[in-house]
């Protein structure tokens, strides 16, 4: 998902937000509800993005699964692609 942000700086700026998880991953983001409980979700660049994690309980271990601009009603919206993914088992 990040290799389809054409922008290298949005790239860059998803990237250090991942990052920024390494400390307190839950203080950071918010749940997530419905389909994607278990998920939290984290904006970046510029608040237009979002970058959505699992945390493993027991070790310090941030799965970040997806990436994209949210556009709510669109199909490339980050929420409804990761939707998506958990439905056919890719998350």
Do not use: C, N
Request: charged share 30%; aromatic share 6%; proline share 3%.
């Amino acid at each position: 998902m990040l290799r389809r942000i054409a922008d290298r700086r949005i790239q860059r700026l998803l990237v250090e937000t991942g990052k920024s998880l390494a400390h307190d991953p839950e203080r950071k983001g918010k749940p997530l509800w419905g389909p994607l409980k278990g998920y939290r979700s984290i904006r970046a660049a510029g608040q237009r993005y979002r970058l959505l994690y699992r945390i493993e309980q027991g070790r310090v271990v941030v799965w970040v699964v997806a990436a994209g601009i949210r556009k709510e009603g669109d199909g490339t919206d980050v929420y409804a692609l990761a939707r998506r993914l958990l439905r056919h088992g890719l998350l």
